[in-house]
């Protein structure tokens, strides 16, 4: 069973910083490429950071310079630390993997940007 649990989300004002985590099971965890999606409200969901096992960091234009994505391989567990927010940042923010050929998320942790 694939478990991803986040944490860390909450209230912050435009130009803050935060810091998400998400912990998973090592069996899932392990050589697999780990992300960060978000989904706004009335809007898709959108991939907004990526990881590999090897630590290749991919992000989406609307993040890059300002979202950070690491991994902690001996924790199991990934990060986006996320800095500069901007009101259009708010999302609900999951926490995916890519195991077996396909793409699971966690159950998500909202994130807002607003004065």
């Known amino acids: 069973q694939v478990q991803l649990v986040e944490s860390g989300g909450g209230l912050v004002q435009p130009g803050g910083s935060l810091r998400l985590s998400c912990a998973a099971s090592?069996?899932?965890?392990?050589?697999?490429?780990m992300g960060w999606s978000r989904q706004a409200p009335g809007k898709q969901r959108e991939l907004v950071a990526l990881?590999?096992?090897?630590?290749?960091?991919n992000y989406d234009e609307s993040v890059r310079g300002r979202f950070t994505i690491s991994r902690d391989n001996t924790k199991n567990a990934v990060s986006l630390q996320m800095n500069r927010l901007k009101p259009e940042d708010t999302a609900v923010y999951y926490c995916?993997?890519?195991?077996?050929?396909?793409?699971?998320w966690g159950q998500g942790t909202q994130v807002t940007v607003s004065s």
């Open positions: 090592e069996s899932v965890f392990s050589g697999n490429i």
């Open positions: 995916n993997v890519d195991y077996r050929l396909r793409r699971y």
């Open positions: 990881i590999t096992s090897a630590g290749v960091t």
